[in-house]
């Protein structure tokens, strides 16, 4: 007996469904591609780094990574605020032309290792301090540290040293949109690649929200993590431990689980 075939109505309704549930799950969808390509520009951008840190060690000359429109650390008068990028820039690679004769004299330089998209679209470098993190508590933010919100930002270049070490930086991605209000949800939204001065260590962590600060203050832990950490889970005194002990960067917070 043959089989029946599919009515125009059927296909058009089969459609229709599966119209529905794409709709449902796309904002989802889009949402973890997001964080993907956050994350994939954190790790690139780590990549280079490390790349050119080694490159230095080689050479025997001191290299510099930052940003368009970093003025020359050298510079007293240059101002060390910019406005902050709208849309995605690339970082830059300079280095040392005479190590002996101008120590201070640096260049633009096209490594074969940086000539790749760094940050993908999308993703934006509205920050870049010197110095250890920052985690100061504001009563105007529900993010600690520095503000991405504001017009400008401090942009300093990463210097790296041919012994391996290197300033203390903080590079803050963010793929918010340039205008955002920012709330606790934006946490993961924003990552901090973080460069130890003192061995050339490079990682990434998400901004910490003001109830974690406070917890790690209250417990005497430092918010500075030293691992990767990306995860959007809130940070609370039962699961703080679970984070240097876990691979994946994310922790188990039970009921204190958050997008």
Same mark, same amino acid.
């Given at each position: 007996m043959p089989r029946r075939a599919f009515t125009l109505i059927e296909v058009l309704l089969v459609l229709l469904l599966l119209g529905l549930l794409a709709a449902f799950l796309y904002p989802e969808l889009e949402a973890e591609m997001r964080r993907r390509s956050l994350v994939e520009s954190a790790d690139r951008l780590r990549s280079l780094i490390t790349m050119t840190h080694a490159q230095a060690m080689q050479d025997g000359r001191r290299y510099r990574i930052q940003f368009p429109g970093t003025a020359d650390p050298l510079d007293?008068?240059?101002e060390k605020e910019i406005d902050v990028p709208e849309t995605t820039l690339q970082p830059e690679i300079l280095r040392q032309v005479d190590p002996l004769g101008n120590?201070? #004299?640096?260049?633009?330089y096209d490594a074969p290792w940086g000539r790749y998209e760094v940050l993908q679209p999308g993703t934006r470098c509205v920050a870049v301090l010197g110095g250890r993190p920052n985690f100061d508590i504001s009563p105007h933010s529900p993010i600690a540290g520095p503000s991405i919100t504001e017009?400008?930002?401090s942009f300093v270049p990463l210097t790296l040293n041919i012994d391996g070490t290197c300033d203390?930086?903080?590079f803050v991605l963010t793929d918010l949109p340039y205008d955002v209000v920012v709330e606790p949800q934006h946490a993961p939204q924003i990552l901090n690649v973080i460069v130890d001065g003192?061995?050339?260590q490079v990682w990434m962590q998400r901004? #910490?929200?003001?109830e974690e600060v406070e917890m790690m203050n209250e417990?005497?832990?430092s918010p500075i993590l030293h691992i990767d950490f990306t995860q959007g889970d809130v940070l609370t005194e039962d699961n703080i431990l679970e984070v240097h002990s876990r691979q994946d960067g994310g922790v188990q917070g039970g009921r204190s689980r958050r997008p």
């Open positions: 007293r008068y240059a120590p201070d #004299l640096f260049e633009g017009g400008v930002a203390w930086v903080t003192r061995t050339g901004a #910490l929200r003001v417990r005497g832990a």
